[in-house]
């Protein structure tokens, strides 16, 4: 028999944070932070941002990240006229993702396939409810309290989604998202996991 431990939040991202001083923005601002690759869905999510402007043209999407497509996505932004909602950041370190997680109002990846999505667990961690796909590991992370899930390779259901969770971003508390995820996926909660599957594997030897 087998039993499934979920990835740990590091530890820089689960150090003390003050989400009450969390900035105001003027604009809600999604994030996404990922190699810039093809599993990673780029190419669907700024089609999907696209669509969402069309009736919500104040949203923003900062990206973080670099990576083979990067340039080809550049020019798709172009192509979609994304240049003023939608901003490129480049390779970020984990003191910058902690920044730029810290200063958006949610986060958003369209991953194709994803055996866990640590990144989901670190957006959760600062506070931001999270959007992704329907593409293996966010299932495991990803519930009606902190978020949304779309299919994969589907614009028309992420750019719906992308509208719902911005107009519905008042039910989700910063706080209350962040203590779920450091209680299922914090330190303290992963070694006792962990210290239990020993505890039995031992009583079973």
Known sequence: SWAYLPNILSAKFEAPVDLSA?????????????????KKGFDILLPAFA???KTRP???????????EEAGLRQLA??????DSVAFLGG?????????MYESDAFVLASRIETFGV??????????????TRCGGPESIVTPANGLLVP????????????????????????????????????HSIIAQLTEQYRIAAAHS
Do not use: M
């Open 119 to 132: 990144v989901f667990i670190e957006a959760l961690a600062q506070g931001l409810p999270v959007l992704a």
């Open 58 to 68: 104040g949203l923003k999407l900062k990206i973080g990240g670099t990576g083979p």
């Open 22 to 38: 969390k900035p105001q923005n003027e604009h809600f601002t999604f994030c996404s932070v990922a190699h810039l690759q093809h």
């Open 78 to 83: 172009a192509n979609l006229n994304l240049g």
């Open 152 to 187: 994969t390779d589907d614009i028309a259901a992420l750019a719906a989604a992308l509208i719902e969770l911005y107009e519905n971003h008042e039910r989700y508390n910063s706080a209350h998202l962040r203590k779920q995820c450091l209680d299922e996926f914090g330190e």
């Open 92 to 100: 970020l370190k984990n003191e910058e993702v902690l920044r730029l």
């Open 51 to 53: 669509e969402a402007l």
